[in-house]
């Protein structure tokens, strides 16, 4: 298995839309083969249509705002005493997180092919907001599938989608987490797709919606290496980009643009949710090497049991509490073009204390998850390695859980 | 010689009316259970879908979710499935089978592993619901070298020219979704349109057996009498439910219900 140079990861898939031979692919039903490929002959004409990604920058940069901030996090390079510390602030994207990036080219693809209706699923509630926002921002109607279990959990970003007039349709089945959630929206399409566009809100399911999801949050890396420039005026000898990784989408968009560096020079270190420290459940298949298995449409590895039944998973983090990981990132593991952990949720709440103490940075659960590794590397690094950790999301709507866990006051004092 | 799937049908139309199919989850509500289901219903029904149950369905809508739940719930594994069929093949009035679920499950016993373990049980058919054409090529073939039809699905969104392709490469039988839906769904489009698209795929491959499936009931089922065969699942699936919720036999229950469904297509 080998990765190419020169060519986008996102279309290094094969005919069938595997990469490395058996990461993705179309595990789908028959009804939905035809909006499928619908879909991937309008994206493949779309994305090298040069009106289109114009249309497409003008509402990144008027609307979700770019580039978003790139600041080193002085004190608390100075706390950790190692590498510097630097972050790429996403959070800062109209929203508060990434997930703007893959709302807005779904919305853009569907008013192009003249849907009316837009669906998606979320876990921790960002991929819904946003997709609420954009939907609404482009006249759009829209449902969101969201796990009775998420919808307690992230009320904040709840109240955000029905703000923006989206339907909220909790999910009861299974674990009533992302897993079920996006089940649920797969199903709503499989009934509706005439009428209906879907949304995937990672680079996970079939694999056009890997690559459209892997396309719109490369935005990130795009910023990221004309900031690098500005800052050190070249991509500084010794980077390490780390990134917290649930399907994957923010973590593949944080390192896209450097893919074809070497990775002595720029290396990747994705972080997975390892789950509470005395539970046996996690969400970090590729940390604990879970086998390879089908899950919503594309072949990953994912935590199963040995009959193929999916696993349930535990995570603080609704947004990384995902039983599969993205195909693309099962690629980069495999071509050892990234290197995978997990953190647990004690050590990334430590994290989430860390950084706020320290920075005027609110990270959510989701890259505080990131923080804990990398503040952990930084200790044993040399004062010239640059350390970037990707703050995909606000803690706004962890407010409840942090003030649970950590106690009101902490909350409130940021 | 014919195989059992062929036979079956050939037997329908000598009564002059369409197979039924019917469609139940292995293990539910328990082993012992859903092996006297498939028993009962035999004296009815023509040919046997059995439900392979799995906990991330893409395609099924809430009985047949809540059946598969249920099965699991109660520890039904891979092998336990073969177990049922095997049993249920030894029965003096037993039908062909055929299995229907995702691929992940025969992925994770390993393609090879399950076709043997099929042959050995006594499965004759596999329906898979995520692995389409032309992903299904290699397996296909494997299922027709092991003498087991691989069941091609076809839906309102198949293209004519995917349509002649499937087709040429499907086996004895085929399995047309009558509707954009999961399974369970009411049956949103008129009978008339379905049976249009039925016979467009009777033009295209006359000899093979072509099934409607997905939004077949007690009240449309007699709309489509002059089909190859009928399937019928959800509303089992949901009767299933019902007798556990009332404290009533299953067994019985769904056996009136086949009969009834077999009555109003004779």
Not at chain 1, 47 to 74: A, Q
Not at chain 1, 85 to 110: E, F, M, P, Q, R
Not at chain 1, 370 to 380: H, L, N, P, R, T
Request: proline share 4%; with cysteine; hydrophobic share 35%.
């Amino acid at each position: 298995m080998k990765l190419k140079k020169g060519i986008p990861v996102i279309d290094q898939g094969d005919r069938l839309g595997f990469w490395g031979g058996k990461f993705g692919g179309n595990f789908v039903p028959e009804t939905l083969k035809k909006p499928i490929e619908d879909l991937e002959i309008q994206f493949n004409r779309l994305k090298n249509d040069k009106s289109f990604i114009k249309e497409r920058d003008r509402h990144f940069n008027n609307w979700i705002g770019t580039p978003t901030r790139f600041i080193k996090l002085n004190n608390l390079t100075r706390h950790i005493g190692g590498a510097q510390i630097w972050s790429k602030v996403v959070s800062d994207a109209n929203g508060g997180a990434h997930k703007i990036y893959n709302a807005t080219v779904h919305c853009l693809l569907a008013k192009r092919s003249g849907k009316k209706v837009i669906i998606g699923d979320t876990g921790a509630g960002y991929a819904g907001k946003m997709l609420s926002m954009a939907a609404k921002k482009f006249g759009l109607k829209c449902k969101i599938f969201m796990g009775a279990k998420d919808i307690k959990r992230q009320q904040p970003n709840v109240k955000a989608m029905k703000k923006n007039g989206a339907d909220v349709i909790p999910v009861y089945s299974g674990s009533q987490t992302l897993v079920d959630a996006v089940s649920e929206c797969m199903r709503f399409w499989v009934a509706n797709c005439d009428t209906t566009a879907m949304c995937v809100g990672s680079t996970v399911g079939p694999a056009v919606f890997v690559r459209i999801c892997g396309w719109s949050t490369s935005q990130i890396s795009r910023e990221l290496k004309v900031q690098l420039i500005n800052e050190f005026g070249e991509v500084p000898k010794k980077l390490k980009l780390y990134n917290c990784v649930g399907g994957g989408s923010s973590s593949f968009g944080f390192w896209n643009e450097f893919m074809d560096y070497n990775k002595k020079q720029v290396e990747f270190i994705g972080i997975e949710a390892g789950g509470p420290s005395q539970s046996k459940k996690h969400a970090a298949p590729l940390t604990y090497g879970s086998k390879i298995g089908i899950l919503h449409g594309a072949a990953q590895y994912v935590n199963q049991n040995s009959d193929g039944q999916i696993e349930e998973t535990e995570s603080i983090s609704a947004g990384l509490d995902y039983p599969g990981v993205s195909p693309l990132h099962c690629f980069l593991k495999d071509t050892q073009r990234a290197r995978y952990t997990a953190a647990s949720d004690e050590e990334a709440l430590k994290a989430y204390q860390i950084v706020t103490k320290y920075e005027n940075l609110r990270p959510s659960l989701e890259p505080s998850h990131a923080f804990s590794v990398a503040i952990k590397e930084a200790k044993k690094l040399s004062k010239d390695t640059i350390v970037i950790v990707n703050s995909c999301g606000d803690a706004y709507k962890d407010r409840g859980i942090l003030e649970k866990k950590l106690g009101k006051k902490y909350v409130k004092s940021n | 010689m014919l195989n059992p799937i062929n036979l079956a049908f050939k037997n329908a139309k000598k009564e002059n009316r369409p197979a039924l199919l019917t469609y139940t989850v292995a293990g539910d509500s328990s082993k012992k259970q859903s092996l006297e289901i498939l028993k009962a219903i035999s004296n009815y029904a023509d040919i046997l879908e059995v439900g392979v149950p799995h906990n991330t369905p893409v395609a099924d809508g809430g009985q047949i979710q809540t059946s598969a739940y249920r099965a699991i719930k109660n520890g039904i594994k891979m092998n336990d499935i073969f177990k049922i069929v095997s049993e249920y093949k030894k029965s003096k009035n037993s039908k062909p089978v055929i299995f229907m679920g995702y691929y992940n499950m025969i992925f994770q016993y390993g393609e090879n592993n399950f076709l043997k373990e099929c042959k050995k049980s006594g499965v004759n058919g596999l329906i898979v619901v995520d692995l389409p054409w032309p992903e299904n090529k290699i397996f296909s073939k494997k299922c027709k070298k092991n003498s087991i039809n691989f069941i091609q699905l076809l839906s309102p969104t198949t293209s004519n020219k995917r349509l002649k392709s499937i087709t040429r490469d499907s086996h004895d039988m085929i399995y047309y979704i009558s509707m954009l839906s999961t399974t369970g769904g009411k049956l949103k489009v008129s009978p008339k349109k379905i049976l249009a698209n039925y016979n467009k795929i009777k033009k295209v491959s006359s000899k093979k057996n072509c099934v409607i499936g997905f939004g077949i009931t007690e009240k449309t089922i007699s709309n489509f009498k002059k089909t190859d065969g009928l399937v019928v699942g959800s509303q089992i699936c949901k009767e299933i439910t019902r007798s556990l919720n009332n404290r009533q036999n299953p067994v019985i229950n769904v056996s009136k219900m086949v009969n009834k469904l077999k009555k109003k297509i004779s």
